[in-house]
């Protein structure tokens, strides 16, 4: 990726050609994808190497003994090292896993059994994803651990002052979200990570929403661990990743054992394989981490630099646009936020809201979008959920005003 081609602006016109479903149509209108937040869309580049691995390249891997194998072998380890190299990790800290739901329960269930005990404090945030909350609330009822919450301020901010007042002896460590999947709020993980170090806790920074949008540095953000999922960044589903610090993660047991994950097996006693390879029981999905391998070759080549800035200017532009619709109250305004727009309409229900723009063929979500201890903090059942990606257009988003407007007028 060259300097040169960094300063270029983005050619959305020629991205949006290289992502097949972007053409189809729903209901008789073209589909006009606003749920990126859920899950992003595949290009081709991603869809083909997979093809093409599982065609003609596809054997198991990690067993070495025939040519194939040991091609399949190394396609997959150059995968992880293309991820690692991706956030700025060695290739022996990354763990594949299902998915960042799968990673949180990792460490909550190997480091946390291991680590927490009666008295300990765990701080998660008001803000997070169920997936970041009910892990820890079930391994601190298994070691009487106590879990506490950093709240959120109106704009959609976490109160900092009342991190450091939370903070303590006690704590052992902070899980937060990098970028909430409903707010958009970029939360200062430095500062998160420095402020619970400071107290000797550990941290794990969720990143499913931050790793589509910016360019994530894990060793800059200097967190213990660091989580996403592979199909909100344009690559396959069943497959997530697991960051974790070297002495960190050789310090864990393993999560789910069987094959592959040992070093030696009797009945009496079996002694486990270094990370990553003791977190990566059984076979692993080949053919996905190819896959996740291309995305993140094919985001290198867009270049986050420049997604980052189409991506602001496609949210400042929704953030106008919709400000316009009576009724409309965002959820959500921190400044410096990502590209996704959580709003109310009156008195509508979001599931109306998201019915009648289907019938135009624009997809957004209508829900809680699995985080509702912030729907009761906002005191709002549920939202509507627009999230963009460096795919999508100013006509996208001025469909959606429009639909938004016609739902207001059949409702009222
Ligand atoms: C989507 C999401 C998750 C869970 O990701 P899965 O791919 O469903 O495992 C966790 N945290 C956040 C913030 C998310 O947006």
């Not at 109250?329 to 109306?352: C, E, M, Q, V």
Request: charged residues 25%; proline residues 5%.
């Amino acid at each position: 990726m060259s300097v040169i081609m960094e300063k270029e602006a983005l050619d959305v016109k020629k991205i949006r050609a290289g992502f097949p479903e972007l053409l189809r149509s729903v209901n008789a209108y073209p589909l006009v994808y606003l749920d990126n937040a859920a899950t992003g869309l595949k290009p081709s580049a991603v869809i083909e190497r997979m093809r093409a691995f599982d065609m003609l390249e596809y054997a198991t891997v990690r067993r070495g003994s025939y040519k194939i194998g040991e091609e399949a072998t190394e396609q997959f380890e150059l995968a992880r090292a293309d991820v690692a190299r991706f956030i700025n990790a060695n290739p022996g800290e990354v763990v594949f896993t299902s998915g960042a739901t799968q990673s949180i329960n990792l460490v909550a269930s190997s480091w946390g059994r291991k680590f927490l005990k009666e008295g300990d404090e765990v701080l998660v945030s008001a803000m997070e994803h169920h997936a970041n909350i009910v892990p820890w609330q079930m391994v601190c009822a298994e070691t009487g651990a106590k879990l506490r919450v950093i709240p959120v301020d109106d704009t959609g901010e976490l109160v900092m002052d009342e991190y450091a007042r939370l903070l303590g002896p006690r704590t052992k460590i902070v899980a937060v979200t990098h970028v909430s999947n409903v707010l958009g709020t970029v939360n200062p993980v430095r500062d998160i990570t420095a402020m619970a170090h400071g107290e000797g806790a550990r941290v794990l920074i969720d990143g499913a929403q931050a790793i589509p949008h910016m360019k994530v540095d894990v060793r800059g953000i200097d967190c213990d661990f660091y989580v996403f999922s592979s199909h909100k960044l344009y690559g396959p589903t069943g497959l997530g990743v697991l960051y974790g610090k070297a002495d960190v993660l050789e310090s864990m047991p393993p999560y789910v054992t069987g094959g592959d994950m040992i070093e030696r097996v009797t009945f009496e006693k079996t002694t486990f394989r270094k990370a990553p390879a003791r977190f990566e029981a059984g076979t692993p999905p080949v053919t996905q981490v190819i896959g996740l391998g291309e995305a993140v070759r094919y985001i290198q080549r867009v270049g986050l630099g420049r997604i980052e800035e189409y991506e602001r200017e496609l949210l400042e532009y929704g953030e106008r646009t919709l400000s316009a619709i009576p009724g409309i109250r965002f959820i959500g305004t921190a400044p410096g936020k990502a590209s996704i727009i959580s709003f109310t309409l009156g008195d509508i229900h979001p599931h109306d809201i998201v019915t009648a723009l289907d019938h135009h063929g624009v997809a957004v979500r209508g829900g809680h979008h699995c985080a509702q201890p912030l729907m009761d903090r906002f005191g709002v059942p549920a939202t509507v959920r627009a999230s963009f990606a460096f795919y999508n257009t100013f006509a996208d988003i001025a469909t959606l005003a429009e639909g938004l407007r016609e739902v207001v007028e059949v409702f009222s």
